[in-house]
């Protein structure tokens, strides 16, 4: 008797779990181990010398009470939801002139397009960063060129403010955020826009009655990896920010390196990471996190 194809598929499915035993190995030392450690860090005790005593004592969450932490988390919230909201309101368009001008293109003029996209992920971050510093600051190309024009007298104090640091974040998060949208625009069925039109429905309306509807799991997607990035991203508010802006990723960097506080460090982390669940959770709802890590890969 013949073996069905589901059958000689169960037979092979020891070799793929073996094959699948060094991607688990890697998960369980890079992933799991570290953050089990961070999560029992953070209900441990800070001892006088700073560090961590391996006695149970929940003040690395209770310190989330303080005023100033709060303050700081709030702040961190505000500046993160506004780069987030910029950003999508830059990128959509973007991926939507994308989509659309790839689908008529050739096919090598639309694998550059995307190479285009893709080209600041090969520069590092605090390069691009401080180009801005040099351009902002208060001697920089922008005050500089402004005052020999005559449109200031005094040079314009744009950096070292919660502004500059949203538009680093901005700046940063641009390239991660596009190509979610992408993905789900370029996966929209043109039969619905043409039957839209077909009913007497206008461009302006087929693109929040059709069009918007449809790509919104694209347009989460790149909300969730906007948002968290800009919750921990501390490199941007110390380069942009001069310090004085706090954020998340800024006062769980102070905690382990200056204040030595590792139990509240810890606590800050996991929240973090809790949250980013929540998202994640909150978009499965709406899209698919099959679609998450396609529209990043």
Request: glycine share 8%.
């Amino acid at each position: 008797m013949k073996k069905t194809y589901r059958q000689k598929g169960r037979e092979r499915n020891p070799w793929i779990l073996l094959l699948l035993v060094p991607l688990i190995l890697v998960i369980l030392l890079l992933v799991v181990i570290p953050l089990v450690y961070v999560a029992v860090m953070s209900i441990m005790t800070r001892p006088a010398n700073g560090g961590v005593e391996f006695t149970v004592s929940f003040h690395g969450y209770q310190s989330l009470l303080d005023v100033t932490y709060l303050g700081a988390l709030v702040n961190s919230v505000k500046i993160a939801f506004i780069s987030t909201i910029i950003i999508l309101l830059i990128c959509y368009p973007m991926a939507y002139f994308m989509a659309t001008a790839t689908a008529k293109a050739p096919k090598k003029w639309a694998s550059f397009m995307i190479l285009l996209l893709i080209l600041p992920f090969w520069t590092n971050g605090l390069v691009k960063l401080y180009s801005f510093v040099i351009l902002l600051n208060t001697k920089g190309i922008l005050n500089t060129l402004l005052m020999n024009l005559g449109i200031i007298k005094e040079p314009l104090q744009i950096l070292y403010t919660d502004g500059a640091v949203i538009l680093g974040l901005v700046y940063i998060v641009i390239p991660f955020a596009v190509l979610p949208m992408y993905s789900s625009i370029e996966k929209l069925d043109k039969s619905l826009l043409e039957a839209s039109a077909d009913l007497g429905a206008s461009h302006v309306k087929t693109f929040f009655k059709v069009t918007l509807p449809l790509t919104s799991p694209g347009i989460f997607a790149a909300a969730v990896i906007s948002f968290i990035p800009s919750l921990g991203s501390y490199f941007v508010s110390d380069i942009m920010g001069g310090g004085t802006t706090l954020i998340l990723g800024n006062i769980i960097k102070d905690q382990f390196s200056e204040s030595r506080n590792w139990p509240f460090g810890s606590a800050l982390s996991i929240i973090l990471v809790l949250l980013t669940i929540i998202l994640l959770h909150l978009y499965n709802k709406v899209g698919d996190l099959d679609d998450l890590g396609g529209g990043i890969a």
